[in-house]
T-cell receptor, first 113, second 109 residues
C-alpha cells in the first residue's frame, strides 16, 4: 500500500531534549516536505527536499534540521526543542514538486513542556 | 510574500446542495493545491492544478491564473464531505507552498 509513515504519532518532551521525527515513503517520490499546523496560523512549510542530498528552507525553518540521505526517508530533527515548537507536524511526499499531488503522513502531535 | 485567502471561512450546507469554496492569492504562482482535512486531522490531497479545470467524482477544481483565483466545487454534497478544505499556492520559483487558512464545511443530513 502506497503510504507516508511518521513516527512517533504523539510525543511529549521537555525543553532542550533533542528529538527526531521520522518520515518514510514507499512510492519512490522525489519531493518530500515537512509542515507544521497551529491554530489560527494554519499549515506552514518548514523544510522541503527535491531529491537525495537536496534540501531547502520553507517559511519557518528556525529551530529545525532535516536530512535526505536516502530517497525514502526525510527525518525532522529538533536539536533543542522549545515550547513554541509544540504543534502538529505533517510530512508529505509527491512524485515531483509541481505536477503531482502530495501524499500526507498521519501527523505527529508534539508537546514541548 | 504570497498571501493566500479563502472564502467563506465557515460554510454549513444541506445534503445535496452545490458548494463553492474560493481561494485567491496575491502574487503569481506555478500551481495550486487543494487539500481536505478530516475531523480526525488526516490530510488528503484533492487536486494540483496550474491551469483550467480538473474533475474527480463530485469534486471540480478550477483555476484562473491571470485573475489569481481558484474555486473548489462539490456537487450533490453529502455529510461525509464535512471537513476543512485548504488551498496551497506553490510560488513561481517552485520553492515552497503557502497555505490558505482553510474553509470549514459542515453538510447536514
Amino acid at each position: 500500500e502506497a503510504q507516508v509513515t511518521q513516527n512517533p504519532r504523539y510525543l511529549i518532551t521537555v525543553t532542550g531534549k533533542k528529538l527526531t521525527v521520522t518520515c518514510s515513503q514507499n512510492m519512490n517520490h522525489e519531493y518530500m516536505s515537512w509542515y507544521r499546523q497551529d491554530p489560527g496560523l494554519g499549515l506552514r512549510q518548514i523544510y522541503y527536499s527535491m531529491n537525495v542530498e537536496v534540501t531547502d528552507k520553507g517559511d519557518v525553518p528556525e529551530g529545525y534540521k532535516v536530512s535526505r540521505k536516502e530517497k525514502r526517508n526525510f527525518p525532522l530533527i529538533l536539536e533543542s526543542p522549545s515550547p513554541n515548537q509544540t504543534s502538529l507536524y505533517f510530512c508529505a511526499s509527491s512524485l515531483s514538486r509541481s505536477s503531482y499531488e502530495q501524499y500526507f503522513g498521519p501527523g505527529t502531535r508534539l508537546t514541548v513542556t | 510574500k504570497n498571501e493566500v485567502e479563502q472564502s467563506p471561512q465557515n460554510l454549513t450546507a444541506q445534503e445535496g446542495e452545490f458548494i463553492t469554496i474560493n481561494c485567491s492569492y496575491s502574487v503569481g504562482i506555478s500551481a495550486l493545491h487543494w487539500l481536505q482535512q478530516h475531523p480526525g486531522g488526516g490530510i488528503v490531497s484533492l487536486f494540483m492544478l496550474s491551469s483550467g479545470k480538473k474533475k474527480h467524482g463530485r469534486l471540480i477544481a478550477t483555476i484562473n491564473i491571470q485573475e489569481k483565483h481558484s474555486s473548489l466545487h462539490i456537487t450533490a454534497s453529502h455529510p461525509r464531505d464535512s471537513a476543512v478544505y485548504i488551498c496551497a499556492a506553490l510560488d513561481n520559483y517552485g520553492q515552497n507552498f503557502v497555505f490558505g487558512p482553510g474553509t470549514r464545511l459542515s453538510v447536514l443530513p
